[in-house]
Every structure is written in C-alpha cells, then in structure tokens.
C-alpha cells in the first residue's frame, strides 16, 4: 500500500511513501506493520547516558519517525485517501467492503534484544511505552517469545479436551 505525502518538501511532489504491510480489520479499520531487517540493529545508545539511561538508537528513532509519518500522512489523506486505497485494492477486498482511516496505529518490528542487559531492557520497555499510543515497537526474539506463548496456551487448552471434543467442564475450545 503506498500512501500521498501531501506535505513535500520544497514544494516538489515526492513520491509516495510504501507501507510494508497493512492489516485490515472486519469492519475496515486499517492499522500498518512496518518491518526492518533482524539484523543487531542499534537500538539503545551503546552506552548509558550522564543520568545512567540508554536512550533510543539511531536505527529506532530512524524507524519510528518513519511509521509516524505514514501515520500522519494516511491520517491526513482522509476520505479522499480511503477511496484510494479501497480503489487500488478492490480485487482483495469483499464486495461492498469499506477501508476506514480511523486513528491507525503501527507495528515496528526491528532489532534484536536477546544480549540486552536487565538494565537495557528495563529502558527498552521504557522507550516503547513511550510510543505505545502510536506504535507497537517489537523485536524479532519479542516476536518469536510471544509465538511460543500463544503456541504454548493452544496446546495447553487443547491437552485439556477429552475425547468428546470439549473441556473439563463442557467448554467447547
């Protein structure tokens, strides 16, 4: 999905920005995914600040204000955007199906965290919270570690079932 940058610098026309992925959900509502390569980006300054705190790397501001900017950009295209949008991708949507610009959110996936000290974790979780009400920052082993928590949870449940299909106590799954 690409979207217009209706604010080009120096008055030039750009062209469009390319979002990797966008979800759409049952009612049209869209938000975006935003994928960097699992390469040891530097996500934290590589050491701790005057104040003793890791701050974002360059590679993660760099991220962020990029899905930002798609945000703000698909936000402003209003419904002219949506239209567009809806338009490009007609053969992939249900008949009558309606794309809605409604606040979006991303999802930045980038990095890895798994040699981070408790330290650099704790200020890890800080800098993404700090973004929550915009972006989801994750990296591939947070990725990979809730996997394993959901795959985890559905063969718990799913060892619970007898042989009529539901649970211990007469749930269906």
Request: glycine fraction near 8%; hydrophobic fraction near 35%.
């Amino acid at each position: 999905v690409h979207v217009k940058d209706l604010y080009p610098k120096g008055g030039k026309d750009q062209a469009p920005r390319y979002i990797d992925l966008m979800l759409v959900d049952a009612n049209g509502t869209v938000d975006i995914i935003e994928i960097k390569r699992p390469e040891p980006h530097q996500l934290l300054s590589r050491k701790p600040g005057s104040r003793g705190n890791y701050t974002p790397g360059r590679a993660l501001s760099e991220a962020a204000m990029q899905v930002e900017k798609y945000l703000f950009h698909l936000s402003k295209a209003g419904r002219e955007g949506e239209k567009d949008i809806q338009d490009r991708h007609k053969g992939d949507l249900p008949v009558g199906f309606e794309i809605r610009i409604t606040n979006p959110q991303a999802m930045l996936i980038l990095g890895r965290d798994k040699d981070f000290t408790p330290d650099q974790k704790f200020d890890f979780e800080i800098i993404k919270r700090k973004y929550a009400n915009i972006v989801d920052i994750m990296t591939y082993d947070d990725l990979l570690h809730r996997l394993d928590n959901i795959i985890a949870m559905i063969e718990k449940n799913y060892s619970k079932l007898g042989t009529t299909g539901r649970s211990a106590t007469g749930a269906t799954p």
